[in-house]
């Protein structure tokens, strides 16, 4: 292979963590690393390319802690789901999808997220019946075509969802459950022997594309299974991802079957640790986070994700005066339409000033951008990424200063946070490698692309018609018993209390 040129970027103002303003720099990138960064007109190799990047604020690419590559095909689909009636309607939102669906799928996610600023992510793919080897590979292939990081975990359960929730099935008239496909679910033993093969014959640079774990949802999985996952994470050293306390339910359903939260579930079944993270964290209490933190859990809050579903809203400022490393992530569009990381840091700021009148209770700039970037880095457990300095990775975003929301030119950080919008985004760098320049992505023909997804979903819609209206018919109850089961709080209530037995309300 070609060894390739060093790169030396001139003359752009760098973001420090923090920081009020940005001074200008200059940085050397050798090998997809920050080599050296110095004052502008430093010496430069013999040889060496130079992009000017006068009038660009240099920020580390932002990082998505949670996103689903197989559910971008379900962008606009509806807007009347919960989570409990998306996850029942996963039959119809990918059903009949071939491998290739399944990369154009996540290429369109990836090509989004490059062009909005975002260089890694941590994906949760999910395949039906099963995760497969060609399946993850498919994934793995389309962030690697686009030029980004990702980790890849095959999102998996030896459950199923109407089975998870307490007299769900039994609501649901014989007719209709008639309906519905049976699903034999794989055993623990099976998956985790999958999952094993799978992460044995990973054919990618693990520091571009990694592997890792993604147990969908405790309630779905048996003790044996997320006992094991954790065990595999540990033994092999892999990012395992996991949806925790995403809504009231499934802290109620934990209390009903278990007579403990969740987080103390995963306590009891040495599931915590410093390689997971945990989506979502809604409806958390004080001794979940105190549980967390001490393990070094990285939760990964989405909350266009959580106001798109109606779940909740999670509660950053406890996470962070908790101890938590806090990341952010998008979550899939089919349940926040977007892949945009400057939305979703922007949202994690104002949110918490719903929360409390008080502002020294509000997430700051400075806090919202570090979960953007170095906490997205603990979630993906890439340490070499989320900031800009020597020795670590050349992911580098390079922001238009001369566009409108940068007038007039104050606090970089607040800026950063509370104007950008992905439209100031020029240029974008991934491992040292130019993947947007001047607005275009380099390495994906979008009008060909999108030729490819719109002949893809023309076939998918016509072959989910009846899928489609087997869910309007199951919609309406399941969304109607787990309302019932655990009815949304009044805004500003307080999080389920401490679990030292079953919940009193649901005896």
């Known amino acids: 292979m070609t060894a390739r040129r060093p790169t030396m970027i001139r003359g752009g103002r760098l973001l420090r963590p923090g920081a009020d303003t940005a001074p200008a720099a200059d940085i050397l990138v050798e090998g997809g690393r920050i080599a050296r960064i110095g004052p502008p007109g430093m010496d430069m190799p013999e040889g060496c390319a130079v992009i000017d990047a006068a009038g660009c604020l ?3 690419g932002l990082v998505n802690g949670h996103t689903h590559g197989h559910g971008h095909f379900s962008r606009g689909l509806t807007d009347d789901l919960t989570l409990e009636t998306l996850l029942a309607g996963s039959f119809w939102f990918n059903g009949n999808r071939r491998h290739e669906d399944k990369y154009l ?9 490059v062009l909005k600023g975002c260089t890694a992510c941590y994906d949760l793919f999910w395949e039906f019946p099963t995760a497969s080897q060609e399946g993850m590979v498919t994934a793995g292939r389309a962030y690697s075509d686009v030029g980004m990081r990702a980790v890849v975990a095959p999102m998996v359960a030896d459950g199923s969802f109407l089975a998870s929730v307490p007299g769900l099935l039994d609501a649901i008239p014989d007719a209709l459950r008639d309906e519905i496909t049976p699903w034999t679910a794989p055993t623990a033993d099976a998956l985790l022997a999958r999952l094993a093969e799978i992460d044995d014959a990973w054919p990618f640079d693990r520091d571009r594309i990694a592997f890792g774990l993604g147990p969908t949802v405790p309630l779905l999985c048996s003790d044996a299974f997320m006992a094991g996952a954790g065990r595999m994470a540990r033994e092999r050293n892999l990012p395992i991802q996991t949806h925790l306390s995403e809504t009231r339910i499934q802290e109620v359903t934990a209390r009903h079957r278990w007579g403990r939260s969740l987080t103390e579930h995963l306590f009891d079944l040495g599931v915590l640790g410093d ?5 979502h964290a809604v409806w958390l209490n004080e001794r979940d986070i105190a549980l967390l933190a001490e393990a070094g859990v990285t939760a990964v809050l989405n909350p266009s994700s959580n106001l798109r579903l109606g779940s909740g809203l999670p509660r950053m400022r406890a996470l962070l005066d908790g101890g938590m490393t806090v990341s952010l992530g998008t979550d899939s569009a089919s349940c926040s339409d977007h892949q945009n990381m400057y939305e979703v840091t922007r949202l994690a700021g104002y949110l918490s000033h719903v929360q409390s009148p008080d502002p020294a209770r509000w997430v700051t700039s400075t806090e919202a951008a570090r979960a953007a970037t170095e906490g997205g880095a603990a ?15 050349a992911d580098i975003v390079f922001l238009d200063l001369g566009w409108v929301h940068w007038m007039p030119l104050r606090n970089v950080t607040m800026q950063l946070v509370q104007a950008e919008d992905a439209t100031a985004v020029r240029h974008v760098m991934i491992d040292g490698r130019m993947v947007v320049r001047d607005r275009q992505l380099l390495t994906v023909d979008l ?19 009846g899928n489609a209206a087997l869910f309007r018919k199951l919609q309406p109850i399941v969304g109607r018993f787990c309302s019932a089961l655990s009815p ?8 389920l209390p401490p679990a030292s037995g079953p919940d009193p309300d649901l005896n």
Not at 105 to 113: D, H, N, Q
Not at 452 to 458: E, F, G, K, Y
């Open 447 to 465: 009008a060909r692309l999108q030729r490819q997804v719109s002949d893809a979903v023309a076939r998918l819609d016509a072959m989910n018609t």
């Open 379 to 393: 979630a993906l457990q890439m340490p070499e990424i989320g900031r800009l300095e020597e020795g670590r990775a």
């Open 488 to 495: 949304f709080p009044q805004a500003g209530a307080a999080p």
């Open 58 to 60: 240099l920020h580390p």
């Open 275 to 279: 390689t997971l993270s945990v989506a």
């Open 105 to 113: 799928s996540t290429l369109v996610g990836a090509a989004e997220m």
